[in-house]
């Protein structure tokens, strides 16, 4: 009995040493403080974001440029720096940053929505369509972004049905024409230019910039007539088209076979111009040279 007792003693000794270590460890990590988790790059770029919107600029570009230089192919870095710009409304600078952002994560849904919204802003039409309708098709159904991007194609679509009786389709790819005569006109090659303008005309008759396109080219071969009534068609459908008022006020000037003789330089008018609140006229005379006072140019708008 002895014996038995004096083993029971042990075994309870033992048990009551292994408790007592169990309940120190469990002390000890009831004491530890936990480990918060680091913040990771999301997170980040979130804060420098917040930083901006307060108007603590300085830092929060620093903690972006940062980022930038560590996580060189984060797409999420590439978005929060697309979101400055578009703030600073630079926004040929935040399409290179979103487009960034996409290329980097071909699903990322607000670098694709946001890449829209700037080319809207920059009224990029084309290209706008184009990146709002692959919100949708990338999307979550009724999400804010899919439901704004499909407002903007439908009310675009409505309004170019209305204005030209044609589709969306079909309008995009007057503006392909477009481009197309763009890039032949600044080659000089006028006769390819005339063309894919009429093509773009064509579908939609009211596209202006397109008639008055087709007036610098008829200028620039000396066929006068032809160049004239052009840039009478682009003033018909919009009387401030600044560009086909100054031209053809110096088409008036030439011979026919006459040739101008000067550098065409393109412009993205409505763009760069009436969105801007500026005047492409005033501007082209004070860089020529040519009037010195505001009266002589209320006399070519007049005219």
């Known amino acids: 009995m002895a014996g038995k007792t004096k083993n029971q003693q042990k075994k309870n000794l033992k048990k009551a040493q292994k408790q007592k270590k169990r309940q120190t460890k469990i002390k000890k ?27 603590n600029r300085k830092k929060g570009e620093k903690i972006l440029d940062q980022l930038k230089k560590k996580y060189r192919n984060h797409s999420y870095v590439y978005f929060g720096l697309g ?21 980097i994560t071909p699903d990322f849904v607000e670098a694709h929505y946001n890449l829209g919204v700037a080319y809207q802003k920059q009224v990029k039409v084309p290209e706008m369509i184009a990146t709002y309708r ?19 194609i439908n009310t675009l679509e409505q309004q170019v049905q209305d204005s030209d009786g044609v589709g969306l389709d ?11 005569g763009v890039r032949y006109m600044e080659s000089e090659n006028w ?3 005339i063309v894919k303008f009429n093509h773009a005309a064509s579908i939609t008759p009211n596209y202006v910039q397109s ?19 052009a840039f009478d068609r682009a003033i018909e459908l919009d009387p401030h088209y600044e560009p086909a ?5 110096f088409t008036e000037l030439l011979e026919e076979g006459e040739c101008p003789g000067k550098k065409v330089k393109t412009i993205e ?25 505001t009266q002589s140019i209320k006399r070519i708008e007049k005219d």
């Open 134 to 152: 692959h919100v949708v098709k990338i999307g979550e159904p009724d999400s804010l972004m899919v439901d704004h991007a499909l407002d903007m």
């Open 29 to 55: 990590q009831a004491l530890s403080k936990p480990v918060a988790p680091k913040p990771g790059v999301g997170d980040k770029v979130d804060y420098a974001l917040e930083l901006v919107r307060e108007g």
């Open 191 to 193: 006769e390819k230019a």
């Open 245 to 249: 008022l100054i031209n053809r006020k």
């Open 83 to 103: 979101v400055i710009s578009a703030m600073d409304k630079k926004y040929d600078e935040a399409i290179q940053f979103f487009k960034k952002a996409a290329q």
């Open 170 to 180: 079909e309008y995009l790819k007057a503006h392909e024409f477009f481009d197309q």
């Open 211 to 229: 008639h008055g396109n087709i007036g610098i080219c008829y200028s620039s071969i000396g066929k006068r007539q032809l160049a004239l009534d």
């Open 269 to 293: 008018y409505y763009k760069d111009y009436p969105l801007k609140n500026k005047s492409y006229i005033k501007e082209y005379i004070e860089d020529q040279g040519l009037l010195e006072n």
